[in-house]
C-alpha cells in the first residue's frame, strides 16, 4: 500500500482505538491492516487541535487512542475501510458493498459508544483509553518492557540512590538496576531512577516502553502536564525527556508504593554507591 501525503489511520482493537500518522508506524508496531483481529479505516487532515491534545497523553508516533464516548461523525472527518476490500462492518459480518466514508464513521462511532469504562473527567478517560490500546499494542510484541523506578534519600537532602527494574511484558524481571546519586534530595533521585531505567531499557534494545513509579511528581512532570518548580529538576527533565523520544512509543503511570516495592528496595540499596556508579544484574535474555 502506498502512502498518501495527510494520511492517518485508525485502528480499532477491543473497546479502544489508536491513531497512528502512518503505514510505517503501524508496520513498527507490529500492526497489519489484514489482521482479522483489527479494524483499520484510514482519514486525511488530522486536525493540529486534535494531535496536541492527544499527544498529551504522553505516547509517540501518533499511538494516540480516544474514549468511546468522544467518537462521534465529526471526530476524524471522513474515513473509508483499509483495505478497501477489507470487511465493512466492523462486527465482523461481510459484504460485498462498501458503504460510505460517513456510514464508516457512524458504525466505528456507534460500535465504541457501547463501551463500559465511565469518567467524569473526559482527560481521566483519554488517560484511560490511551493505557489500554498502549498495553494490547505492546503485550505482543517481544521488543516492550516495562520499566519500575524509584529513588531514596537518606536527609532529603542527603546520600541518596536510584533504582530500577526492568521487565518483559508478561512480568519476568529482564535486568535490575542500582545507581549512586550522591548528597541529593529525592526527586532528585527519583528523576535518576528514571532515566537510569530508560538508559538501560534502550541499551537492551526495547522499542515500546511502559515506565510506572511512585513519584507523582516525576510522572506528571515527564508528561508536560506539571511546571517545574525547582531549577535542579530542569536538566532532569529534559534528558527524561529526550529519552522517551527515542522510544517507538511511551507510557508512564503513578503507582503507589505498594506496586513498587522491589524498586524501592535497589534505591535504598544504592545509597551506600558512589555518585554515579551502577551496579548491573541482568536476569534476562
Known sequence: MEEEKDAFYVVKKGDVIGIYKSLRDLAEAGISVYDPSLRVYKGY???????????????KNAA???SASDVNDNTFGKLVPCPPQQPTSVRGNTSNTDPSPNRQQQ????????????????????????????????????????????????????????????RAEDGRVVCRLCEGVGIATNNVAEYRAVILGMKYALKKGFKHIRVQGDSNLVCMQVQGR???????LVELNKEAKELKDKF???????????SNSEAD???NQAVNLMNGQVQEDWIGP
Open 45 to 59: 487532515g488530522l486536525s493540529k487541535q486534535a494531535e496536541v491534545y492527544l499527544g498529551s497523553c504522553g505516547l
Open 64 to 66: 494516540y487512542s480516544i
Open 248 to 258: 517507538m512509543s511511551f507510557q508512564i503511570n503513578h503507582v503507589g508504593r505498594e
Open 107 to 166: 458504525i466505528l462511532g456507534k460500535e465504541l459508544v457501547g463501551s463500559t469504562s465511565h469518567f467524569t473527567d473526559p482527560r481521566l478517560n483519554h488517560m484511560n483509553f490511551a493505557n489500554q490500546v498502549e498495553t494490547q499494542m505492546m503485550s505482543s510484541n517481544p521488543q516492550s518492557c516495562i520499566v519500575e523506578f524509584d529513588g531514596a534519600s537518606k536527609g532529603n537532602p542527603g546520600p541518596a540512590g536510584a533504582g530500577a527494574v526492568l
Open 265 to 267: 528496595a535497589l534505591a
Open 226 to 232: 506539571w511546571k517545574i518548580k525547582s531549577q535542579n
